[in-house]
C-alpha cells in the first residue's frame, strides 16, 4: 500500500497561518476518523498533535487544529513560531487493520 | 517516569536476524496496544507491526510479514520485535510506540538503529 500523499514542503512567516494537507483513499484517510498527526523535530522522536481527526493532547498548543473532508485531512498551524520548523506526518487506520503514514511534510518557518 | 526505551539494533548482515527489544516504565504496559515503526530518511515513518494487550492478536506490513515476529512479555513491561532474514530495505531507526485506542501514538521511545550491511 502506497504512501499518504503529503506535500514535500510548506513554509509560512511568522504569526501566519499554514495547511498541510493529507490524501489517502477511501480504504484509510476516508473511510476512518482515525487520522493522527506527529510533528518531528531533527533527531528526536515524533511528538502527537493531533488524534482522531480533530483531537488536541494536553499540552499541545490551541494553534494546530485538524480537519478532514472525504479522502484529505487536514493539519492548520495557525500563529506560526520558529518552534514550529519540523517535519509533520499524518497516519491513517486502514481496512487492512494496518496503519499508513504519508511521506512527510517539511515545514519552514521564513 | 512514563518512558519507551528501545534497545537491540546495530549493524547485521544480510540474511540475518536482530531482535529489538523495548522497555517501558511508568504507566500500566499491559492496559496498551504496541506498535513498531521504522524510519528511513527516504521514506520518513513506516508502520511496521502490532500487538494487542494480551499478545494474541498480531498485525504486520506485507513488506516485513513472513520475516518479522512481534511479542510481548507483560510480566517484564517489555515489547519485542524478533527479525529475521533481513535485507537492506530494513536499514532504519525503529521506534516503539504506545497506542492507548483507536489508531494514534501517545509516546514514542528514542528509537534504535539497525543497520543491514556486508
Known amino acids: 500500500q502506497s504512501a499518504l500523499t503529503q506535500p514535500a514542503s510548506v513554509s509560512g512567516s511568522p504569526g501566519q497561518s499554514i495547511t498541510v494537507s493529507c490524501t489517502g483513499t477511501s480504504s484509510d484517510v476516508g473511510g476512518y476518523n482515525y487520522v493522527s498527526w506527529y510533528q518531528q523535530h531533527p533527531g528526536k522522536a515524533p511528538k502527537l498533535m493531533i488524534s482522531?481527526?480533530?483531537n488536541r493532547p494536553s499540552g499541545v498548543s490551541d494553534r494546530f487544529s485538524g480537519s478532514k473532508s472525504g479522502n484529505t485531512a487536514s493539519l492548520t498551524i495557525s500563529g506560526l513560531q520558529a518552534e514550529d520548523e519540523a517535519d509533520y506526518y499524518c497516519s491513517s487506520y486502514t481496512t487492512s487493520s494496518t496503519l499508513i503514514f504519508g511521506g512527510g511534510t517539511k515545514l519552514t518557518v521564513l | 517516569e512514563v518512558q519507551l526505551v528501545e534497545s537491540g539494533g546495530g549493524l547485521v548482515q544480510p540474511g540475518g536476524s536482530l531482535r529489538l527489544s523495548c522497555a517501558a516504565s511508568g504507566f500500566t504496559f499491559n492496559s496498551y496496544w504496541m506498535h513498531w515503526v521504522r524510519q528511513t530518511p527516504e521514506k520518513g515513518l513506516v508502520w511496521v507491526s502490532r500487538i494487542d494487550t494480551g499478545g494474541s492478536s498480531l498485525v504486520y506490513a506485507d513488506s516485513v510479514k513472513g520475516r518479522f515476529t512481534i511479542s510481548r512479555d507483560n510480566a517484564r513491561n517489555t515489547l519485542y520485535l524478533q527479525m529475521d532474514s533481513l535485507g537492506a530495505e530494513d536499514t532504519a531507526i525503529y521506534y516503539c510506540?504506545?497506542?492507548?485506542?483507536?489508531?494514534?501514538?501517545?509516546?514514542w521511545g528514542r528509537g534504535t538503529l539497525v543497520t543491514v550491511s556486508s
Open positions: 510506540a504506545r497506542n492507548p485506542r483507536g489508531a494514534y501514538f501517545d509516546l
Open positions: 482522531e481527526v480533530s
